[in-house]
Nanobody, 121 residues
Framework: QVQLVESGGGLVQPGGSLRLSCAVSGSTFGINVMGWYRQAPGKERELVADITGSGDTKYADSVKGRFAISRDNAKRIVYLQMNSLKPEDTAVYYC???????????????WGQGTQVTVSS
């Protein structure tokens, strides 16, 4: 079965950095767009960044210049490097992948379990 496993969250001071990782496990036929979303208490889940298989990226205006998304297609891992973190970045971060498993030949969205990022002094 296909799963997305996230790691790298934690507590960091304002101005600090964190790197999130999301690894795809299980047998996949192909992986299209991968991305990161976040949800803060009382707010809607929002797109932070995504990246296509060829490396084209998209960022929310609030994180442009501070965050960088990348992927390793061979390892099936997507990363989110977060620099100059602000308290308003505090949220649960989720990764998402549009992929096709070998057991079910349709394209579906898969979600990670979420990892907490807290920016506080």
């Amino acid at each position: 079965q296909v799963q997305l496993v996230e790691s790298g969250g934690g507590l960091v001071q304002p101005g600090g950095s964190l790197r999130l990782s999301c690894a795809v496990s299980g047998s996949t036929f192909g992986i299209n767009v991968m991305g990161w979303y976040r949800q803060a208490p009382g707010k809607e889940r929002e797109l932070v960044a995504d990246i296509t298989g060829s490396g084209d990226t998209k960022y929310a205006d609030s994180v442009k210049g501070r965050f960088a998304i990348s992927r390793d297609n061979a390892k099936r891992i997507v990363y989110l490097q977060m620099n100059s973190l602000k308290p308003e970045d505090t949220a649960v971060y989720y990764c998402k992948a549009d992929l096709q498993s070998t057991s079910w030949p349709v394209w579906l969205d898969y979600w990670g379990q979420g990892t907490q990022v807290t920016v506080s002094s």
